[in-house]
């Protein structure tokens, strides 16, 4: 199994700002996702984190927009860049294990104003 | 579109009442998982089906994949306020990434 850490846990932001949001797992794993989740709704992939190279995003996501690093096995950061209102959400983390299980962080709640 | 459509939506029912919900796709999966999620938490990972047919229990929990590995369903056995939350499925095309079902928000009253 695997542990996942997220930070912040929530945030209140202001429009045209950037926010970063940390993730970090207890054990290496091969693969890191980042997730998009309205309260009560599906998770919307946003991209798959690669070590050490650029993000694969999903159709309807860019980099300028949703920035990713993973410098290594057990850490990554997806930055929600230039804000609006409509990025509002929960952002989930998660990490795929060798035997294909995937585990969640406990989510970071974005408000914008 | 999302490429896995659960049924249904919402469900609301009472203690000790059996229930299913459904998952479907035109896509054929390498493979298909059921999460479970309850406010301000990840989802959990309940199960893991890859072989068409294969039929897995957890407790009071029945996971089914179909044949065709197009489609599963998730049956519950007297339902307890404690299966509150959301049920996800997510399918996997190439074993790799997992995209996630529209979600079925169940509710058991006590």
């Known amino acids: 199994s695997a542990v996942i850490s997220q930070k912040p846990s929530r945030d209140i932001c202001q429009r045209g700002t950037s926010l970063t949001i940390q993730c970090q797992v207890d054990?290496?794993?091969?693969?890191m996702f980042w997730y998009r989740q309205q309260p009560g709704q599906s998770l919307t992939l946003i991209a798959t984190?690669?070590?050490?190279?650029?993000?694969?995003?999903e159709s309807g996501f860019v980099i300028d927009k949703f920035p990713i690093s993973r410098p290594n096995l057990t850490f990554s950061t997806l930055t929600v860049s230039n804000m609006s209102p409509e990025d509002s959400s929960i952002y989930l983390c998660?990490?795929?294990?060798?035997?294909?299980?995937?585990?969640f962080g406990p989510g970071t709640r974005l408000t914008v104003l | 579109t999302q490429l896995l459509e659960q049924s249904p939506q919402f469900l609301s029912i009472q203690e000790g009442e059996n229930l299913t919900v459904y998952c479907n796709s035109s896509?054929?999966?390498?493979?298909l998982q059921w999460y479970r999620q309850e406010p301000g938490e990840g989802p959990v990972l309940l199960v893991t089906?890859?072989?068409?047919?294969e039929v897995k229990k957890l407790k009071r929990l029945t996971f089914q994949f179909g044949d065709a590995r197009k489609d599963s369903s998730l049956h519950i056995t007297a339902a307890q306020p404690g299966d509150t939350g959301l049920y996800l499925c997510?399918?996997?095309?190439?074993?790799?990434?997992?995209?996630f079902g529209t979600g079925t928000s169940l509710t058991v009253i006590p």
């Open positions: 998660s990490a795929q294990t060798r035997f294909n299980e995937q585990f």
């Open positions: 054990s290496q794993v091969t693969m």
């Open positions: 984190a690669n070590q050490g190279s650029e993000a694969t995003y």
């Open positions: 896509s054929v999966f390498s493979s």
């Open positions: 089906v890859v072989t068409g047919g």
């Open positions: 997510a399918g996997s095309l190439t074993g790799n990434q997992f995209y």
